[in-house]
């Protein structure tokens, strides 16, 4: 196998590298981190290594391009999935999202969850990897290696199995088919079987540099030095994070609008008894827009809570952000995001995100997070 050199993954890199060299490679290998700090990517170029290697062809750029696009007849892909309305199958398997899938990596490999059920169109029904995948699973990895002396699997999203894809799965990572190589991939292994976990060789993944993030939106999206590391702070060392900002500054005057809104009917609760109707009409009204609209709200409101909590610190080296509302105290509303409260409410607005890529009822979601809001804001010190 041919060496990974990934920079913003260097320790990562260094791993792969290590079994490699000694020739202690695994059958099936767990990458954890979030997708935004480049699971995929890293994945795509561990199969590179295998397959490339194990090649039976001479064209190796042919063989590269057909990796990075999954047409290559010995690599397969599996994600979590579900009936839409475009795909007609009573029982879809990956193969009828295959297309979907080469144009949803066709820009990069940093996207999330959320976006790819919002690319598939699964609108309020849950992503997931059922017994019908794990078994074509098995069944691809017996097959004989076409292209190759060797056959990878991905799975994008690992989490995602059900319990009877799990007990398949983890019977293959127990009795692999030879010259077979199996590379999961989750943002949370706490929700894999603690069997499937052990009996893989995992490899952490480390949160992007905000310099690697913002070297990539200088390059992919023409922005100057300023701005991309403006972006790349609040992007908490995600590129998909920072992809999602970078396509959504149209609308921070909104985002802001809406947030500082927010934050006053959160604080007028305890004063004036219609504050509470106007903070559940709040909730109702972001529950109307679009799931990559809300997503990115709520990402924002991270990055604002933040710059308050590091204002309110005096770390003020890291604090860039101003409001354009001039009718609002930066100044004085950093008074109230303090060591009690500040990571309550991230932890809320973090578990609120990952909440909305399960469709969670948006009304409740948003409801009971803007009533933790009006409690923390209160919190004193």
């Given amino acids: 196998m041919d060496k990974i050199n990934l920079p913003e993954q260097e320790v990562a890199s260094q791993s792969v590298n290590n079994m490699i060299a000694t020739g202690k490679f695994p059958h099936a290998l767990l990458l954890t981190g979030k997708n935004g700090y480049g699971s995929l990517n890293l994945s795509v170029h561990i199969a590179k290594a295998i397959l490339s290697n194990q090649s039976q062809t001479i064209n190796e750029s042919k063989l590269l391009s057909k990796i990075d696009c999954f ?43 959320t976006d790819w059920f919002e690319h598939i169109g699964l609108q309020n029904k849950q992503g997931i990897i059922n017994l019908l995948q794990a078994k074509d699973l098995m069944e691809s990895l017996q097959l004989k290696p076409y292209e190759a002396n060797a056959k990878v699997a ?18 293959l990572i127990e009795e692999p088919p030879d010259n077979s190589y199996l590379i999961l991939m989750t943002e949370n292994k706490d929700r894999l079987l603690s069997t499937i976990v052990s009996r893989c060789q995992e490899i952490p993944l480390k949160p992007l540099s905000n310099q690697f993030i913002a070297d990539f939106l200088s390059v992919h999206y023409n922005m100057d030095s300023i701005k991309a590391t403006q972006l790349s702070e609040y992007a908490e060392h995600s590129l998909s994070k920072a992809i999602h900002l970078a396509k959504e500054t149209d609308h921070q005057a909104d985002y802001e609008k809406r947030f500082i809104q927010w934050v006053r009917f959160a604080f007028m609760v305890s004063k004036k008894k219609s504050a509470m109707d106007d903070l559940m009409n709040w909730s109702i009204e972001l529950s109307k827009e679009r799931k990559d609209y809300q ?66 009822n948006l009304k409740a979601l948003l409801t009971d997070i803007s009533f933790q809001l009006t409690k923390l804001l209160h919190l004193k010190k």
């Fill in 71 to 113: 047409s290559h007849p010995d690599l397969y892909i599996f994600y979590p999935l579900n009936k839409v309305p475009d795909i007609k199958s009573k029982d879809p398997r990956k193969n009828d999202f295959l297309s979907h899938w080469r144009s949803f990596i066709k820009d990069t490999f940093y996207q999330d969850y």
């Fill in 295 to 360: 997503r990115n709200f709520l990402l924002f409101c991270q990055q604002f809570f933040r710059q308050a909590y590091l204002h309110n610190k005096e770390i003020n080296d890291l604090v860039f952000y101003q409001p354009k509302e001039t009718n609002f105290s930066f100044d004085k509303f950093a008074t109230f995001i303090h060591d009690k409260n500040y990571p309550l409410i991230m932890h809320h607005l973090e578990n609120s995100i990952f909440e909305l890529e399960r469709n969670v």
């Fill in 154 to 171: 991905l799975i994008w999203g690992a989490e995602y199995m059900n319990k009877e894809a799990a007990n398949k799965l983890l019977k």
